[in-house]
């Protein structure tokens, strides 16, 4: 008897081998895994325009349509979900099974535990999953966000060359490799036991508390900072581009200010806030800074 849901979207394969990993230490009798598809695939690797155009869909949250899914049971005892945030919000297929009917069912009473697979900015995203799974009367009990640990900038600049070549490897040859790293992809495995341990002790209420006890999630303050603002900028963006891209001509022109934006702001701006934000502010937030990385890395939410 199948008892826990796996489910996730991968476009590189990259949160395909982290849910491998992390289902290492089940029982594949217990195990039904599913992995969504868009009806019409994304184009991978992406081009320029195509990736920035989808900034405005991924931020309302918008429905795509999938592959049909099929579910083989109506119940199970834990849901898992694996997915990566697109433009600080859950990726357009993950949005789209979270949505839709027959998933929501199954979500409802049941615990549910997110595997992330990003490059460094997941706490947005996870605010909807957390909305999302509660309004579906789902119950998420645990959440492994697994990242890229190199710098902001270094890996703006990696993710994109694998996502604009599709090959995952060192730009130039100089640069670190892009996304999650082995030894991340590969920690999963443990994660995985966690999980695990604390389903057959029916003690799933308690189970982020130990994968928080592991030490390896972190949320840098520099991350916070930058989340905590770039969303609100988003939306004002996805809105603009969305009632005033009206024809694909204006749409193009409206995306590609907004990519020419969002680099000035990464390269440019958000290095300048953030030395001044270190030098005059988070020296006297600490405790601000703590409980809000507590309240990101839990899985309470307030919306
Ligand atoms: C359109 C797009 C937007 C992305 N935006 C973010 C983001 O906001 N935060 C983040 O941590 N990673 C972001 N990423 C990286 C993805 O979360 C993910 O790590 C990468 O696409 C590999 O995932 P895959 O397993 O689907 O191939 C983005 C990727 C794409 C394609």
């Known amino acids: 008897m199948k008892k826990i849901l796996v489910v996730n979207y991968s476009q590189s394969g ?11 230490p089940f029982d594949p009798e217990t195990i039904e895994r599913l992995q969504i598809q868009p009806l019409t695939p994304f184009v991978f690797p992406w081009t320029s325009d195509e990736f920035f155009d989808k900034m405005p869909e991924c931020v309302h949250e918008d429905v795509i349509e999938l592959k049909p899914v ?25 949005t789209a099974l979270l949505k839709m009917p027959a998933f929501q069912q199954r979500l ?3 615990p549910v535990v997110t595997v992330i697979g990003g490059r460094n900015m997941w706490l947005n995203s996870q605010e909807s999953i957390k909305k999302l799974v509660k309004d579906a009367g789902g119950r998420l009990v645990g959440n492994i966000p697994l990242m890229d640990r190199t710098s902001n900038l270094i890996s703006a600049v990696t993710i994109l060359h694998w996502m604009l070549t599709g090959r995952k490897e060192k730009k130039w040859g100089v640069f670190p490799m892009p996304g999650v790293s082995q030894q991340d992809i590969e920690s999963a495995a443990g994660f995985g036991a966690i999980v695990k341990n604390a389903f057959e002790r029916d003690e799933l209420d308690g189970v982020q508390q130990q994968i928080l006890a592991t030490g390896r999630i972190q ?46 702001a990464l390269f440019m701006v ?14 006297f937030s600490g405790n601000a800074i703590k409980k809000k990385k507590e309240y990101f890395c839990g899985v309470e939410t307030k919306l």
Do not use: C, M
Request: hydrophobic share 45%; aromatic share 14%.
């Open 14 to 24: 990259q949160l395909n081998e982290i849910i491998d990993r992390f289902l290492i």
């Open 70 to 94: 099929h579910f083989s049971a109506e119940r199970y005892e834990l849901i898992v979900i694996g997915y990566q945030p697109w433009f600080l919000s859950p990726s357009l297929p993950i």
């Open 108 to 110: 409802r009473d049941t």
């Open 219 to 264: 949320i840098p303050t520099d991350i916070l900072f930058i989340e905590q603002r770039a969303k609100k900028l988003f939306r004002i963006w996805a809105n603009l581009i969305k009632t005033k891209g009206t024809t694909p001509a204006r749409r193009k022109r409206l995306v590609g200010f907004f990519k020419y934006y969002l680099l000035i």
């Open 270 to 283: 958000a290095p300048l806030l953030l030395t001044v934000y270190n030098l005059l502010i988070a020296p």
